[in-house]
């Protein structure tokens, strides 16, 4: 084989090994990625029907609901315009309460619920995630346009 040959096929096997790696990476990055969605959104169908997403906002005051076997939680998450109810089983952050803001992980099922596998409060009782106020800012403005427009 002469230098030129050796050369080109280096450079082509090089090329291949660049290519798997990058979609292998990006293949990995993909099935991690998780995408938040306001209450407003799910309800309008903008989130996905199958896979994992967030969902954040106010938890509704007087929506907790403790399962008979003291695990399972029903709650719901607004943004002051629209609710999605959700079911969450395990444990919840100690400042979890009524009224505070929430961002949950999970699946929505087909009749509507969420899913939640894991539920996000910060420690701070003033703080709500950034994702979760801007669905909130973003609602409520709505709801002041249609209050003006009536």
């Keep these: 084989m002469t230098p030129r040959k050796r050369r ?9 090994l660049l290519t798997l790696a990058t979609v292998l990476v990006l293949n990995a990055l993909q099935s991690n990625l998780v995408f938040f969605f306001s209450p407003t959104q799910v309800v309008a169908r903008e989130a ?6 967030r969902v954040g906002g106010l938890v509704e005051a007087g929506s907790l609901r403790r399962e008979a076997d003291g695990l399972t939680l029903r709650f719901a998450v607004t943004d002051t315009a629209h609710t999605v ?18 961002v949950v992980a999970g699946k929505l099922g087909t009749d509507g619920v969420f899913r939640a596998t894991e539920v996000l409060a910060k420690h701070d009782e003033n703080y709500m995630p950034p994702e979760a106020a801007d669905a909130v800012k973003r609602a409520g403005a709505a709801n002041a346009m249609r209050v003006e427009a009536r």
């Design 85 to 102: 109810p959700v079911t969450y089983q395990g444990l919840l952050p100690d400042l979890f309460r009524e009224g505070k803001g929430v």
């Design 8 to 16: 080109a096929l280096a450079i082509c096997a090089g090329l291949a």
């Design 48 to 53: 996905p029907h199958s896979g994992s997403f």
